[in-house]
Nanobody, 120 residues
Framework: QLQLVESGGGLVQPGGFLRLSCAASGFTVSDYDMSWYRQAPGKERELVAVITRSFLTAGETTNYTDSVKGRFTISRDNAKNTVYLQMNILKPEDTAVYYC?????????WGQGTQVTVSS
């Protein structure tokens, strides 16, 4: 069964950190472009970070939306078939449901999401 399961969300104070995990089953994450999206209440879902398929380039390529550059890091552990999003210096505006996505060509798979709340 193809599945993505996110975990690691929670309540954190401004300036704090969290690490989100996205565990895949039924396929190999290194063969897909893996992304993190987020959706805040009343807003559209937005792309946060992406890590490309390993075989497309000599190494992996990562990209981030401007608002998280320098604070968030996306990474992949092929042995654990898991993708991570390390989030540092969290701000209240980072509050959202965070979703993991796997994609290649026209195929994509979403996880169920994990809530991140940044509040004092």
């Amino acid at each position: 069964q193809l599945q993505l399961v996110e975990s690691g969300g929670g309540l954190v104070q401004p300036g704090g950190f969290l690490r989100l995990s996205c565990a895949a089953s039924g396929f190999t994450v290194s063969d897909y472009d893996m992304s993190w999206y987020r959706q805040a209440p009343g807003k559209e879902r937005e792309l946060v970070a992406v890590i490309t398929r390993s075989f497309l380039t000599a190494g992996e390529t990562t990209n981030y939306t401007d608002s998280v550059k320098g604070r968030f890091t996306i990474s992949r552990d092929n042995a654990k078939n898991t993708v991570y999003l390390q989030m540092n210096i969290l701000k209240p505006e980072d509050t959202a449901v965070y979703y993991c996505k796997a994609a290649v060509r026209r195929w994509s798979l979403w996880g169920q999401g994990t809530q991140v709340t940044v509040s004092s």
